[in-house]
Each structure stands twice: as structure tokens, then as C-alpha cells.
């Protein structure tokens, strides 16, 4: 049968993280691999480079070449390798560090070293990981760089304007067209970093929603195994007080009334037990158990029949037009009377003396359920106040309201209202 309880909820399943959301292809895991390790890796390269291109820039430099072009083009052969080792964490420091040092030996009169390739890999560092204005000066930069360096190539050949032009136009694009490609190649991969963290943080997210969910599933399940477990606990040990209060006076005089009463708090008891079993039941998932339905609203008179049993004075009301109700609320509808007519004998006075009516109220696109007595006043607590609270809960389920306090002239007063779907239901 089914659960009417709902589904079974428990802790959350234990979440899996991003990571694991997010299966990584084989370039996405070579970049998680480059970012655990990315210093480890760049110093490898600056080493690699220091002695492959900047010990070839040294040997050029010291053949053939003046003091000065000697002393800039060993500074540009170590110092630009050994900037590139910090491309990461300071990416605008390193950038500047490779272009201000090749430019240094440029004008200090050498011509192009081995070690000025670095600046491609400086100006695809830059893009990759500097601020957005980075990345557009160091392109810049290495444009310039670029015509510069075919200007003065250009100029040492001689010939006529347009030759010169037409040299320039080509040295520059020879040169160039790296650094354009390589700064191509920054903002791709940059792109694909920026979607993997966005993929990452949108995967965390919705595991932050679906830990939340679970969580506020298991309080809504507790507290509404909470409500039935009170409102079955309370009601019974209420007939049962009653009863056993009034046993205690006509024993002594009318034994078969007494008699009467032991049944009352035996079959009472009984059905406590079977309501307790039946709540624990749904608990186990393995309780392959009939479970019996939930009451309904049709469940009210021998709700009431069971109260007038316990001696107390109860009538029941309906007046309107009687209309389905939606799936759940008749137990909403009858928890409410049941609590109601709990507080009552707990709390009203003494039973003989008070009279309490129940109406049930259909009135066009609302039900009204009141519950009225002439006692103290004082029937709405039991102290911990689970008992209203979880009234409001069940009203609040459906969007209704409820009120319940001393009425006029005496007694207490519980007034709640259900709307109803408009038309025929």
C-alpha cells in the first residue's frame, strides 16, 4: 500500500563535489594537472630556456659584437628566461620584465637573439593570466616591438622608398604573426579555463541546492511524523485520563460502569497502539506491513462517537452543500477537530459539565471547521504548545488561516478556515 506518509526521507546522500560532477576530458585534466603544479612547471621551462636559448644568445653576443651589445644581450639571455619563472603568479612583472630587457639589448646594439622568442611565450602568459588591459599592452607591445625591429632591419638594406616599405611590410608580418597567434592561443585557452570554472561553480551550486533540499525535506518529514505522533498520543492518553478520573468514582457504585470504562481505556489503548505501530511502520523500509488509511473528514463522527463515549457532551454541526476536498486535507480537517476536542478534555474543566459543538461549514469556495465550548477558557495549549502549532502548520498547508481563543460569554473557541477549488472538484 501506499506510504501516506509520503516518500521515506533520511540523511542526504553523501555528495559526490564538483570534480566528480564535472567528468574532465584528457585537455581539461592536463589543466588541473598545469594548475596543482604550474610554478614546478614554469621553472623547468625558465631553466630550459636559460640554457638553451639564452646560452645560444650569449655565445652570439660574444662573437662579434660590441661591449655594450655584449653586456645587454647577456642581461636579455638570463633575465628574460629567469622572468618567465613568475608568469603565473605576477604575469604583468614578468611581462614587463621580458620586454623592457629586449628592448634593452635591441638598442644597445644587438640584432635579434635566440631568447627573444620568449616574448611570444610572454605575451601568451599575459593573455592566459594577467588583468584584461595586460593582455592588450603586451600585444601592443609586442606589435610595436615587431616594427621596430623590421624598421631597423629594413633601414640597414638600402635601395628605394618603396623597396623599404615593401621590406618593412614583410619582416613585420614574419614577425608579428606569432605574437598574434600566440595571443590567439592565450584568450583560447583562457576561455576554456573561464567555462570549466563556471561549469565547476554552477556543479557546486546545484549540490549546495540539492544538500538544502534534502535537508529541509527531513524537517518538513519530522515534523509532520511529529504532528501525527502528537495529535495520536494526545487524543488517546486524554480518553484515557478522562476515563480513568471518572472510573475512580463510580466503582464503588455502579461496578458494571466501571466495567464500562475499563473497556473504554482497553479499546482506546489498543487503537493508540495500532496507530503508534502504524506511524513507526512507515518508518522502516523493510515493513512489508498492511498499513490502514488515513482518516478523512467522513471519520469525524466516530471520532465524536469516541469523545461522548469518555463522557464528554459533543455535537456535530455540517451545514452547506457537502464537496470533495482535496488529498489531504480531510486529515487535515479531522487532526484539527481530534486536537481541538483534545485540548478540551485536558484542559476545559470537568467533563459532566461542558458541552462542546463541532461545525463543519461548506460555504461556497470555503470550509470552516469550528469547534466550540463552554468551559474555563483555557482548552487551546498543553503547555509546550505543539498542539497549535501544529494546527497552523496544517491550515498553512492549504493557504487557510486559524484562530483560536476565549470566545465571548465563555469557553474556547478554534475557527479554521480551507479554500476550496472553485467549480465541481
Known sequence: MTNPYGPATGAPAPG????????P????????????????????LASLGLVLLGGTSIAVVATGYGTLAMITGTLAAIGMPAALAVRRPFPVASAVAVNALALLHFAGGGSLLPVDVLIYLSVYSTTVHGPRW????SLGSALLGSLLV?????????????????????????????????????LLRLSTRQRRQSLLERAARAERERDQQATIAVAAERARIAREMHDVVAHSLSIVVAQADGGRYVAAQDP???????????????????DMRRILGVLRDDDASPTAPQPGAEDIDALVASV?????????VRTGA????????????????QEALTNVMKHAGPLPRLHVRVDLAFHPGWLVVQVDDDGRGASGGDGAGHGLVGMRERVALFGGTLTAGPRPGGGYRVNAAFPLASGPG
Open 134 to 137: 595586460a593582455r592588450l599592452t
Open 322 to 337: 457537502v464537496a470533495p476536498l482535496p488529498a489531504g486535507m480531510g486529515l487535515a480537517v479531522y487532526r484539527i477537530c
Open 308 to 316: 461522548r463515549d469518555s463522557g464528554l457532551e459533543v455535537e456535530l
Open 16 to 23: 559526490r563535489g564538483p570534480e566528480a560532477v564535472l567528468a
Open 25 to 44: 576530458t584528457i585537455p581539461e585534466s592536463v589543466e588541473s594537472w598545469l594548475e596543482r603544479r604550474g610554478l614546478l612547471v614554469d621553472i623547468v
Open 256 to 274: 458494571q460502569a466501571a466495567a464500562r470504562v475499563l473497556e473504554t481505556i482497553g479499546s482506546t489503548g489498543r487503537g493508540a497502539l495500532r
Open 150 to 186: 623590421a624598421s631597423t632591419l629594413a633601414v640597414g638594406t638600402g635601395g628605394g622608398r618603396f623597396d623599404t616599405l615593401v621590406q618593412v611590410g614583410f619582416v613585420f608580418v614574419g614577425v608579428a604573426a606569432p605574437a598574434v597567434v600566440s595571443w590567439a592561443l592565450g
